[in-house]
């Protein structure tokens, strides 16, 4: 059974730092673009950002972009999203997302930027 987990959310302060990870299992993790989606209560899901299945193509919402960093382990079937200079609009419940068969969300992590 596909399934992602994320993990790696928490409070932390504006200007702070966190990274997200989301481990995948059930499915060849490789062969699949990935991404990372975001949202706030009231509002629509956001994409963040997504990266090819090798890596090898990468794109970030605007409002990320030079802050954000998404990776991935193939070996370890494992997605990451670096956040710096973190704001408190950056506050939301964070999900990995992988386009296998009609989609796999995980459960989301959530992330709060306040002082």
């Known amino acids: 059974q596909a399934r992602l987990v994320e993990s790696g959310g928490g409070l932390v302060q504006p200007g702070g730092s966190l990274r997200l990870s989301c481990a995948a299992s059930?499915?060849?993790?490789?062969?699949?673009?990935m991404s990372w989606y975001r949202q706030v209560p009231g509002k629509e899901r956001e994409r963040v950002a997504v990266i090819t299945s090798i890596g090898d193509s990468i794109d970030y919402a605007d409002s990320v972009k030079g802050l954000f960093t998404i990776s991935r382990d193939n070996y370890k079937n494992e997605l990451y999203l670096s956040m710096n200079a973190l704001k408190p609009e950056d506050t939301a419940v964070y999900y990995c997302f992988a386009l296998v068969g009609s989609g796999i969300w995980g459960q989301g992590t959530p992330v709060t930027v306040s002082s």
């Open positions: 059930g499915f060849d993790f490789g062969r699949y673009a």
